[in-house]
T-cell receptor
Framework: NAGVMQNPRHLVRRRGQEARLRCSPM?????VYWYRQLPEEGLKFMVYLQKENIIDESGMPKERFSAEFPKEGPSILRIQQVVRGDSAAYFC?????????????FGSGTRLTVV | QKEVEQDPGPLSVPEGAIVSLNCTYSNSAFQYFMWYRQYSRKGPELLMYTYSSGNKEDGRFTAQVDKSSKYISLFIRDSQPSDSATYLCAMRSIGGGTSYGKLTFGQGTILTVHP
C-alpha cells in the first residue's frame, strides 16, 4: 500500500522558469492538500483540492501559483516564473473526506531550489 | 498573534527521560488535534490524532487535550535517540465552510535525545 507519492524529490529551476510538482494521494483518498515549508519554519497551508475542484486556496499566492487535481492522474502544483523566494520544501497530504475521523498522511516532499 | 503557538526549543534530553511537548491555540473552532514527527529532510509522519478532551495513549506516546484551556500536549516516555526529530502539532476545525479541511501547524519543536 503505497503512501502519498510526490515527485520529483528535488527540483532545480532558474529564475523565470516554471516548476511543476506532482502528488499522487494514497489509495482511497480523494482529498489533497499542499503545504510549503521554509527553513526553520512550520508548514504553511497553500491549497485544498478534491477531484476536479479547488475547495480552499486561501493560502496560495494569487499570482504565479496554481493547483489542480484532475479526474485522472496526480494533483499538480504549478509555479510560473519562479523567483528565489519560492525555494522551499513543498509537501502534499491526502485524506478521506475531512468529516471522517482521520488524520492526514504526508508525502516526502519536493525540494525546490531556484538559482 | 499566531493561531497556534509552539515553543521551537531546541529541547535536549538524556535517553530514558520523559519528554513533554506543548501547543496553545486561540481559535476555539479547532476540534481535531494531531501530532506529527518530522525527521530531517523527510515528510511529516502522523503520530497521534485526537478529537476530544482527555488523554489518548499509544505505546510510549500520550496525547493530551484540554479544550477549556486551549492547550494540547504530547508526552514521550522512555525517550530514545531515534525519537530525535522535529515535533509538530496541527489542528483543524469541524463543521461547514471551506476552511474545515485545512490543518494549521505550530512551528515545531526540535528534540534531541542523547545516549
Amino acid at each position: 500500500n503505497a503512501g502519498v507519492m510526490q515527485n520529483p524529490r528535488h527540483l532545480v529551476r532558474r529564475r523565470g522558469q516554471e516548476a511543476r510538482l506532482r502528488c499522487s494521494p494514497m489509495k482511497g483518498h480523494s482529498h489533497v492538500y499542499w503545504y510549503r515549508q521554509l527553513p526553520e519554519e512550520g508548514l504553511k497551508f497553500m491549497v485544498y483540492l478534491q477531484k476536479e475542484n479547488i475547495i480552499d486556496e486561501s493560502g496560495m499566492p494569487k499570482e504565479r501559483f496554481s493547483a489542480e487535481f484532475p479526474k485522472e492522474g496526480p494533483s499538480i502544483l504549478r509555479i510560473q516564473q519562479v523567483v528565489r523566494g519560492d525555494s522551499a520544501a513543498y509537501f502534499c497530504a491526502s485524506s478521506p473526506p475531512p468529516d471522517s475521523n482521520y488524520g492526514y498522511t504526508f508525502g516526502s516532499g519536493t525540494r525546490l531550489t531556484v538559482v | 498573534q499566531k493561531e497556534v503557538e509552539q515553543d521551537p526549543g531546541p529541547l535536549s534530553v538524556p535517553e530514558g527521560a520523559i519528554v513533554s511537548l506543548n501547543c496553545t491555540y486561540s481559535n476555539s473552532a479547532f476540534q481535531y488535534f494531531m501530532w506529527y514527527r518530522q525527521y530531517s529532510r523527510k515528510g511529516p509522519e502522523l503520530l497521534m490524532y485526537t478529537y476530544s478532551s482527555g488523554n489518548k495513549e499509544d505505546g510510549r506516546f500520550t496525547a493530551q487535550v484540554d479544550k477549556s484551556s486551549k492547550y494540547i500536549s504530547l508526552f514521550i516516555r522512555d525517550s530514545q535517540p531515534s525519537d530525535s526529530a522535529t515535533y509538530l502539532c496541527a489542528m483543524r476545525s469541524i463543521g461547514g465552510g471551506t476552511s474545515y479541511g485545512k490543518l494549521t501547524f505550530g512551528q515545531g519543536t526540535i528534540l534531541t535525545v542523547h545516549p
